[in-house]
């Protein structure tokens, strides 16, 4: 059954040729942006960004929003053909399904190329990806389109670190490696715990997320593995050891150190025990085992209900959002506990196939009481469900 819903996606993603939509990318319509004195109005840009991530019903082609590539869902996809190649490799039987090897290796140098393209341009240290839309949060903090961040880095240069071990281009090992100068240079620190967070961007604000400073640590420890680098060990270790600090008794992550980020929800959880786990294993410190080890008991028993039904919050259901069953599955085969926790795995792959895949093959954004948001969504939903589904054909 798995090999034929992620050949469905799989075919869907090609058809597409990986370009789409995206819940926050209302600004990018060439209608609602060009209504004279509204363009750069806080307040209108906000209303416009929410109006379409919160209207079930798709109205971007009447927007005129364009499907357009995404950096960091490029990086998934990349990551997700990498992972096929593997699969494919071990078990040659699933070429009748997911073509030859060496079909798949063209797609993953098709798709590195297209990654080095899409990097952010500007005064940065080392290569750096962002999002192709502006972005508003509710304070007025603004971010415009390609500004990048350490999540879409991240993904991208560990992709791209994924598809020189398969292909032995040293291009794309020599552009992933070139991010850490970015982590290091462009990134601020928040001093926290004896410690520090490498910040959201290189932007003032959202400089306290748990999630984005331990992505930063995950990279940096990626970079440290090729190069034996201490300094990328030594940073590595201050934001990791800022961030255990943060974690709660119980094993809990809030979203970050502010007022306002005070919420415990389920894939950012599963971020900080894959990026925790990459930093354990690539440099040898198990100083921090114990949180890990908090962390995945507290992440098993509080995110996913008896039938299978992942929940975003660990208080609450509601939305039922496709990052929620895909990080699970991508967080337990990365740490290399699959086998462990399979019977819940299995659930709830079941639970999101049989209510979150449309006949069409791609998966829906989220389910809420009421009324869902079945738009198919490139990055957030199909790109990140392929990701996490390669690691669960490699685990099956």
């Not at 005129?64 to 096929?84: S, T």
């Amino acid at each position: 059954m798995l090999a034929e819903v992620l050949k469905s996606l799989k075919d869907y993603c090609e058809r597409e040729q990986f370009k789409g939509w995206d819940p926050y990318d209302g600004l990018n319509s060439k209608l609602l942006m060009a209504i004279p004195g509204l363009k750069d109005n806080s307040l209108y840009r906000l209303a416009v960004i929410q109006f379409f991530k919160r209207n079930p019903i798709n109205l971007r082609k009447l927007a005129v929003v364009p499907k357009d590539y995404n950096a960091k869902g490029i990086g998934l996809f990349l990551q997700g053909y990498c992972n096929l190649h593997e699969a494919v490799l071990n078990k040659p039987e699933l070429i009748k399904t997911f073509g030859s090897l060496q079909e798949i290796e063209k797609q993953i140098d098709d798709l590195a190329t297209l990654l080095i393209s899409l990097r952010s341009l500007g005064d940065y240290h080392g290569s750096c990806w962002g999002y192709n839309f502006d972005w508003q949060n509710r304070t007025g903090f603004n971010f415009p389109k390609f500004t990048p961040t350490v999540v879409a880095t991240c993904f991208c240069a560990t992709a791209l670190m994924s598809a020189f071990e398969t292909t032995k281009n040293h291009q794309y090992l020599e552009v992933a490696l070139s991010s850490a100068q970015f982590v290091i240079h462009d990134l601020h620190r928040t001093e926290s715990n004896s410690g520090f967070l490498f910040s959201y961007s290189p932007l003032k604000g959202h400089e306290t997320v748990y999630n984005a400073s331990l992505l930063g640590s995950k990279l940096l420890s990626w970079c440290y593995k090729y190069t034996g680098i201490e300094e990328y060990k030594k940073l590595a270790r201050e934001s990791v050891k800022a961030c255990c600090a943060g974690q709660r008794e119980s094993g809990a992550w809030v979203y970050g150190m502010l007022p306002v980020q005070q919420w415990v929800d389920s894939f950012h959880t599963g971020y900080n025990l894959d990026a925790l786990n990459d930093y354990e294993q690539l440099t040898g410190d198990t100083a921090f085992n114990d949180c890990i080890e908090k962390g995945v008991d507290y992440y098993i028993k509080n995110f996913f209900e008896e039938d299978g039904c992942p929940k975003y919050y660990d208080n609450k259901k509601y939305p039922i959002d496709i990052h929620c069953p895909a990080q699970l599955f991508v967080t337990l085969a990365r740490m290399g506990r699959f086998d462990e926790y399979k019977p819940l795995v299995e659930k709830v792959l079941n639970w999101t196939i049989d209510n979150m895949q449309s006949p069409k093959g791609y998966f829906y954004y989220q389910l809420k009481k009421g009324i869902n948001s079945k738009i198919s969504y490139m990055r957030w939903s199909n790109a990140f469900m392929f990701y996490a589904l390669t690691y669960f054909l490699q685990n099956e």
